[in-house]
């Protein structure tokens, strides 16, 4: 392809310090483009989505594993502690929810930074910073970088674990790159085991194909080391490993082949579970990106194997591909955020392909490449912001429910140490800071006698719809509406009384 200005700019070594060039921001200060990227991503969050949001249902088991606020929710068989752990520094002692939020906004700047650094001298620092930008300003990253889940750093260890297998590539004595395989492939597999294994199996393929025993070693040492905490656990709490694997496919509705591609993009209207994925597809400005993405993806590597450069495009392109496939394709439901590791690696290529478009058009052709993508960037990013508003509005809505909720059963004299049942248990429990219980469904943590018997001993509420009748356990317990909720009281426990 023509264009003597990207040529220069991929014309470094895989290897090495970058040349040294009078022109360029790039060249003059080869981190600051990534830094900016980093830490505008990170203030993005906390003023679009807003450091005051409230936890969301999962993240509220996975912080009450390490909270000081409320007793620890029932802790399901697909779940992993990695995100629990990330965030015990500061949940053990502090209840703070703004305070986290700003916690994991500048984590999650500073891994972005360092991922895309892992990835220099392999693409130009205007592909890292465009790909950066692209990834970042996606709404689903920006509704979930900074929350306590674990799809955003699964993103990060697959940014990582790519880079640094490409560059073992090309130098086996890269010592810093082989630990970096090891460390991310073991952040993937503590985060979520099973994304860990899709993401580099085809890394596992390659390294066994041409005979790399330390890119291998490397990958395999990480699954074992960051899988290790899932696995005994499976064995003590589980019953097993292979039961702790069938609990999770049953809870995930079984997997099997099943085509989720249009549940996937009914979530990329700002669903943030589609399950059951019913109803409408989002309007088509809204998943015309989604479409547009692997097509350029593509192109990328087909530009990339033609300038016999391959391997920096193919890896990600691949890992980006296996990531993506057992969301799209093997489990019956959707959710925006398990494809957050394909987009940032498919952003690699994707920008990619960009750049090289503008700086191989030459003379009047110039000016109109560059207006015709400024003006597709920024169409990309409106679309985006809409997204995310609409769904931060109506994810606060619900994340407030349950705040008053837990206001309300403070009134009602439901105060720690206290039990919350019923309808929406899990996070109106951990906002009261009282402990949930389930008799039955996968979070089931307790029997209706056992409910009955710690009613007695502290003070205990199940919530129902408005329509629906109590259970069984709590036909005698007194009846307080709230809204569309009815929330059953039990008798006051019986104090203990001493001579």
């Not at 465009?130 to 940014?159: E, H, Q």
């Not at 191989?360 to 679309?383: D, E, K, N």
């Not at 931060?392 to 049942?421: F, I, K, M, Q, Y």
């Amino acid at each position: 392809m023509s264009g003597s200005a990207y040529a220069a700019l991929t014309s470094r070594p895989v290897s090495g310090p970058p040349p040294v060039s009078g022109g360029g921001l790039w060249h003059r200060h080869p981190r600051l483009p990534l830094a900016v990227v980093a830490a505008v991503f990170a203030l993005a969050q906390l003023l679009l989505v807003g450091p005051s949001t409230g936890l969301g249902w999962d993240e509220t088991v996975y912080v009450s594993q390490v909270s000081a606020h409320a007793p620890a929710s029932n802790f399901s068989a697909p779940r992993s502690r990695g995100i629990s752990f990330l965030v015990a520094p500061l949940t053990s002692w502090s209840s703070s929810t703004p305070m986290l939020r700003v916690y994991l906004a500048v984590l999650s700047g500073l891994a972005l930074y360092l991922a895309l650094r892992t990835w220099r001298n392999l693409f130009p620092v205007p592909v890292l910073a465009l790909a950066g930008a692209l990834y970042a300003t996606l709404w689903v990253t920006l509704f979930y970088g900074f929350a306590a889940m674990p799809n955003y750093w699964v993103a990060i260890g697959a940014l990582v674990a790519a880079a640094c297998f490409v560059r073992l590539r090309a130098d086996r004595g890269d010592r810093a790159a082989l630990w970096g395989l090891g460390a991310a492939t073991a952040l993937m597999a503590l985060m979520r085991p099973m994304d860990a294994v899709w993401v580099v199996l085809p890394l596992l393929v390659l390294a066994a194909a041409t005979r790399r025993p330390l890119p291998l070693t490397a990958l395999v040492a990480g699954l074992v080391a960051g899988s290790a905490e899932w696995v005994i656990e499976a064995y003590v709490r589980y019953g097993g490993l292979a039961q702790r694997l069938h609990d999770g496919s049953s809870i995930q509705g079984g997997l099997g082949w099943n085509n989720a591609v249009t549940d996937q993009m009914r979530g990329l209207g700002g669903r943030i579970l589609c399950r059951p994925c019913t109803g409408q597809l989002p309007n088509p400005a809204i998943t015309l990106w989604w479409f547009v993405l692997p097509v350029l993806a593509v192109i990328g590597l087909v530009l990339a194997v033609r300038a016999r450069r391959t391997a920096a495009t193919l890896v990600p392109f691949a890992c980006g591909v296996s990531a993506a496939f057992p969301y799209l394709f093997l489990i019956g439901y959707a959710a925006p955020r398990f494809l957050l590791p394909a987009y940032a690696l498919l952003a690699l290529p994707v920008a990619d392909v960009l750049l090289r478009t503008v700086t191989a058009a030459s003379g009047v052709w110039r000016p109109v490449a560059v207006t015709l993508l400024a003006v597709g960037l920024a169409g990309h990013l409106a679309v985006q912001y809409h997204v995310l508003d609409r769904t931060v509005a109506r994810d606060h809505a619900g994340r407030n429910h349950w705040s008053r909720l837990a206001a309300e059963l403070h009134r009602l004299d439901v105060r720690p140490p206290c039990l919350v049942t019923g309808d929406q248990n899990i996070p109106v429990a951990f906002y009261a800071g009282c402990r949930s219980a389930a008799v039955k469904g996968h979070d089931a943590n307790i029997t209706s006698a056992g409910i009955r018997a710690t009613a007695r001993r502290m003070p205990a509420a199940v919530l129902v719809p408005a329509t629906s009748r109590p259970p069984a356990y709590a036909r005698g317990w007194s009846p307080v509406r709230y809204g569309t909720m009815r929330i059953y009281l039990a008798p006051p426990p019986v104090r203990s009384t001493t001579r």
